[in-house]
T-cell receptor
Framework: EDKVVQSPLSLVVHEGDTVTLNCSYE??????LLWYKQEKKAPTFLFML??SGIEKKSGRLSSILDKKELSSILNITATQTGDSAIYLC???????????WGAGTKLIIKP | DVKVTQSSRYLVKRTGEKVFLECVQD?????MFWYRQDPGLGLRLIYF???????EKGDIPEGYSVSREKKERFSLILESASTNQTSMYLC????????????FGSGTRLTVV
């Protein structure tokens, strides 16, 4: 059975800290791995990873895929209160790109 | 700015009521989706639609139905609301042929009392 497991489920840190969020997966046919950020209601797309070892970067956020370990990490450096959100990991299950989602990591950044 | 609009942000309904959740997108996307989101469980797919009048069951369709009479509108129907359907409901749309083009609505927090 395909599944996506994120850890930790919640995390509280102070502004300026660096955080690492994890996503582990088991899928029949790997196509890609997606990261989303959900601040208030609507998840918004962050990264899509397809190749192992290639880092995707956007400002203070970066992500990398390890196909050997069946996992991905999302790093956020110099965190700000605006980074507080739920971070979701998802993978397409089939050729129609239906997504299977992890439970998310709720990140709280304290000033 | 492209949008997926859900008609209600918060909704309180009584057990046994028929509930309609509306979703409209302005991106001319073929694919539309209804998810529910519960703490610790992530997003779970209820129903999706690839085109007008087409619908497919997702992982948890029981107790729900959908309607897609027009391309831009995808409605989720709770035939007889129950307390275990209290949840956040998210609508999304996506163009064909890509896994990352999902655009989500702002969600409807439904409470069934």
């Amino acid at each position: 059975e395909d599944k996506v497991v994120q850890s930790p489920l919640s995390l509280v840190v102070h502004e300026g800290d660096t955080v690492t969020l994890n996503c582990s997966y088991e899928v029949t046919n790997f196509r890609s791995l997606l990261w989303y950020k959900q601040e208030k209601k609507a998840p918004t797309f962050l990264f899509m990873l397809t190749s192992s070892g290639i880092e995707k970067k956007s400002g203070r956020l970066s992500s990398i895929l390890d196909k050997k370990e069946l996992s991905s990490i999302l790093n956020i450096t110099a965190t700000q209160t605006g980074d507080s959100a739920i971070y979701l990991c998802a993978l397409p299950m089939d050729s129609n790109y239906q997504l299977i989602w992890g439970a998310g990591t709720k990140l709280i950044i304290k000033p | 700015d492209v949008k997926v609009t859900q008609s209600s942000r918060y909704l309180v309904k009584r057990t046994g009521e028929k509930v309609f959740l509306e979703c409209v997108q302005d991106m001319d996307h073929e694919n539309m989706f209804w998810y529910r989101q519960d703490p610790g469980l992530g997003l779970r797919l209820i129903y999706f639609s690839y085109d007008v009048k087409m619908k497919e069951k997702g992982d948890i369709p029981e107790g729900y139905s959908v309607s897609r009479e027009k391309k831009e509108r995808f409605s989720l129907i709770l035939e007889s609301a129950s307390t275990n359907q209290t949840s956040m409901y998210l609508c999304a749309s996506r163009p064909p042929g890509t896994p990352y083009g999902y655009t989500f609505g702002s969600g409807t927090r439904l409470t069934v009392v």
